[in-house]
């Protein structure tokens, strides 16, 4: 992802930068208001105590996260906070809270790969234009991409969080992730990023291919 905004020269560099900079800013802080608001909705009140649900970047955003995310291309936001005791239904709770954040992610993956291809209809060529057309690229495709990786069954991330709560209390797959789960998924990132990348891809062109169709 960066090196096609290393792509672009001068004033064009800027204004897809500045695209990029704002789809981080945005998707992160949806994901975790989805868990927020999901947390809340399911009878606890942390979140809102803590002002989570809530669109507001300010109260999602961490900044070294956002600046590894913007430099590197791999970052974090705040995470919520929640008590599942006060959840109306435990487990129901934590697994729609759990899957929430993912849920947000392919929601506007779906949608921004939408007004995408709209946008490449548009023959004007201008800043104004070009400006959109990154935009909802970058909110398409990172999007998938956080979607996907959040999903991993890896502890701490979301999907490690769903499947944990639908298991056994403490067995053998749990332990052994709240023990190497983030050296895991250190490793991960750095040798497998190609796995990643078909993971991500088995999720992105079915998306592309209904908005390629359609238009």
């Given at each position: 992802?960066?090196?096609?905004?290393?792509?672009?020269?001068?004033?064009?560099?800027?204004i897809?930068?500045?695209?990029?900079?704002?789809?981080?800013v945005?998707?992160?802080?949806?994901?975790?208001?989805?868990?927020?608001?999901c947390?809340?909705?399911?009878g606890?009140?942390?979140p809102?105590?803590?002002?989570?649900?809530?669109?507001?970047p300010?109260?999602?955003?961490?900044?070294?996260?956002?600046l590894?995310?913007?430099?590197?291309?791999?970052?974090?936001a705040k995470?919520?906070?929640?008590?599942?005791?006060?959840?109306?239904?435990?487990?129901?709770?934590?697994?729609?809270?759990?899957?929430?954040?993912?849920?947000?992610?392919?929601f506007?993956?779906?949608?921004?790969?939408?007004?995408?291809?709209?946008?490449?209809?548009?023959?004007?060529?201008?800043?104004f234009?070009?400006f959109f057309q990154?935009?909802f690229?970058?909110?398409?495709?990172?999007?998938?991409?956080?979607?996907?990786f959040?999903?991993?069954p890896?502890?701490?991330?979301?999907?490690f969080?769903?499947?944990?709560?639908?298991?056994s209390?403490?067995?053998?797959?749990?332990?052994?992730?709240?023990?190497y789960?983030?050296?895991?998924?250190?490793?991960l990132?750095?040798?497998?990023?190609?796995?990643?990348?078909?993971?991500?891809?088995?999720?992105?062109?079915?998306?592309?291919?209904?908005?390629?169709?359609?238009?």
């Amino acid at each position: 992802m960066l090196f096609f905004i290393d792509s672009f020269q001068g004033i064009d560099f800027l204004i897809v930068s500045l695209a990029y900079i704002l789809v981080i800013v945005i998707s992160l802080s949806l994901h975790e208001f989805a868990h927020a608001f999901c947390a809340y909705k399911s009878g606890d009140i942390t979140p809102k105590m803590q002002g989570r649900v809530s669109i507001n970047p300010i109260k999602h955003i961490d900044t070294l996260g956002f600046l590894c995310c913007a430099f590197f291309g791999f970052g974090w936001a705040k995470p919520v906070q929640i008590n599942p005791n006060n959840f109306r239904n435990i487990k129901k709770g934590i697994g729609w809270t759990s899957v929430a954040g993912v849920l947000m992610n392919l929601f506007l993956a779906f949608i921004s790969c939408g007004f995408y291809y709209l946008f490449l209809l548009i023959n004007v060529q201008n800043y104004f234009i070009l400006f959109f057309q990154q935009f909802f690229y970058f909110m398409y495709f990172i999007n998938v991409c956080l979607a996907v990786f959040n999903f991993l069954p890896i502890y701490p991330l979301d999907g490690f969080k769903f499947i944990e709560n639908f298991s056994s209390y403490n067995n053998s797959y749990v332990k052994f992730m709240y023990r190497y789960g983030s050296i895991i998924l250190i490793l991960l990132i750095i040798f497998f990023d190609n796995l990643l990348f078909k993971l991500i891809s088995y999720i992105a062109l079915p998306i592309e291919l209904f908005w390629s169709i359609l238009f």
